[in-house]
């Protein structure tokens, strides 16, 4: 490392400073998507004190912090894994790629002597020097962050469906399509190893977290949903003034004719009143979902991973 930087443990005392970088990289970010609300705050990273973050000086400065969650088991398979949520971690824009490369170098080294293998992160979409960085440092993309604001899609409903929103009572309903998703879920390329759910299952899972349901109906069937919850996948996703769409789903055979476009635009002119942003998450090797969000949604953090062998942790013994 050059002898102009200096990486020390990250601690409490560390987070007003740290903050203050990560408010100006998302305001970054806010430049290129203009649907990012520039008020927002990014959450003060003094809850990520628990001895496995970093942080980089320059002549007594700080120019960046790398920290993570807690780590957890059976993170992307059966090794031990942490997420850098995007407010986790920050540099300043100058020397920015060098300096996202030392952070992650020291952060990764006290991650694996620890058995923490499998290794993610949220990195805005527009910040070419922090995706250069995280690529060349082993890292491929896996998932998108994409936003859009309430305007109509301006397309007209087809008479020969019934778009609606869903009664709880109904809810139960989504799980044929539901599995269908896993199913798709577990093929190529995504190779995403879930397990279908039985209905009983499903229930008790739908009393965890409210959610709400927008279904396309053919003759008293739901052919495609779309699942809105208040949640969602990052600070941004948790303001206030954002819906999110976190499970989505049409019937193959219904493909290609324009419902499920209808069915968002209909979906969006329900939640309008109550919500001025609409997120969606999904993985960015799943091409019909890719492809379909991001005609209509603008991204703006990719989600990069990272598994290290599991042979190397004989060397940390």
Not at 95 to 106: T, W
Request: glycine fraction near 6%; charged fraction near 25%.
């Amino acid at each position: 490392m050059s002898k102009k930087f200096e990486i020390v443990r990250f601690e409490k005392k560390h987070a007003a400073k740290a903050r203050k970088i990560a408010q100006k990289c998302y305001l970054e970010e806010c430049s290129h998507v203009q649907e990012l609300p520039k008020e927002a705050e990014v959450p003060n990273p003094v809850r990520y004190d628990n001895g496995l973050g970093v942080a980089i000086f320059s002549e007594g400065k700080m120019t960046g912090f790398l920290c993570c969650l807690t780590p957890f088991d059976n993170f992307f398979g059966t090794s031990k894994g942490t997420y850098v949520p995007n407010n986790a971690h920050g540099a300043i824009k100058k020397d920015r790629k060098r300096i996202y490369s030392y952070l992650y170098e020291a952060a990764a080294d006290i991650w694996v002597e620890r058995g923490v293998l499998s290794h993610a992160i949220g990195v805005y979409s527009h910040d070419k020097q922090a995706v250069d960085s995280f690529f060349h440092n082993g890292f491929g993309m896996r998932t998108i962050d994409a936003i859009r604001n309430m305007e109509a899609i301006g397309v007209n409903l087809d008479d020969e469906y019934v778009y609606r929103e869903l009664d709880e009572s109904e809810y139960v309903n989504i799980n044929p399509l539901r599995n269908k998703l896993i199913n798709h879920l577990n093929s190529s390329p995504m190779f995403m190893p879930h397990k279908q759910v039985a209905d009983e299952s499903f229930l008790k899972e739908l009393k965890q977290k409210p959610r709400r349901y927008f279904a396309a109906v053919k003759e008293g069937e739901i052919i495609a949903y779309i699942k809105i919850t208040e949640e969602g996948e990052s600070f941004i996703g948790d303001l206030d003034c954002m819906a999110n769409i976190q499970g989505a789903y049409m019937k193959k055979e219904n493909r290609g004719t324009g419902i499920y476009t209808s069915l968002l635009s209909y979906t969006i002119g329900q939640l309008k009143n109550d919500y001025s942003l609409l997120g969606v998450d999904c993985e960015s090797f799943n091409p019909n979902a890719r492809n379909f969000w991001l005609k209509y949604f603008t991204p703006y953090i990719y989600g990069l991973t990272r598994r290290i062998d599991e042979r190397i942790t004989s060397f940390y013994e």
